[in-house]
Structures are given as C-alpha cells and as structure tokens.
C-alpha cells in the first residue's frame, strides 16, 4: 500500500491534522459502509459523505496503546523507515476530541451533547 505519497486529512471536525501539517501522525482510514456512518456520529461529523471516497482519522481521536493491535512495534518499524500498515482494533471507534482531554470527552459523550 503506497499511501505515503498520497495526501491525508482528518475527517474529524475541526481537526487540522493531515499528512502535510503532522507528517509524522499516523492516519488510519474511515471504514466504507455502515462503519463510517458511527465514525461520523462518534466524531461528531454531522456533514453527509460519500460512503465510498477514501477518508483518514488522526491517530490524536484514538487511545493508540489500546486501540491499535501492536502500536509500540509498529512504531518503532515506522521510525525505522520500515512501512508498516497499523491495524485498529474491531470495533473501535474515533473520540471527537483529541487524547489529551479524553477524560472530559467521555463525560461530555455521555451528556449526550
Ligand atoms: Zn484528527
């Protein structure tokens, strides 16, 4: 998969990470079908897209350690110039509000804002 050369946004609302600004930012592809429509309500995307075009979620709306199957390894690999292809884990879903303030998000999900 040469996707290093190709050019990647976050989908996320207000989100400004693409393969440009935050090279070094892992972009994980949305899902085709029914799975992008619950990463779009998880992220709060309220937008129609396409449910075929190619979309990317920065790794910030994701706990990578748990999320993504052998994060430390494939770092590590990514660092060392190898290409690796890093893997979520089955049904994880994006958080709309980068890693940092994970904590509040979760309050605020549950609030139902
Ligand atoms: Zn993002």
Avoid: I
């Amino acid at each position: 998969m040469a996707n290093l050369n190709s050019f990647a946004r976050c989908f996320v609302p207000n989100c400004t990470s693409s393969s440009k600004s935050t090279p070094s930012k892992v972009f994980f592809p949305v899902p085709r079908g029914e799975a992008r429509q619950q990463w779009c309500s998880a992220v709060g995307r309220s937008k129609p897209m396409s449910s075929t075009s190619p979309h990317h979620c920065c790794q910030d709306h994701f706990d990578v350690e748990n999320d993504v199957y052998n994060w430390d390894w494939c770092l590590t690999q990514m660092h060392a110039g190898c290409k690796v292809k890093f893997q979520l884990k089955e049904n994880v879903l994006p958080q709309k509000v980068p890693k940092c303030s994970h904590k509040q998000v979760k309050d605020w999900l549950l609030c139902g804002v």
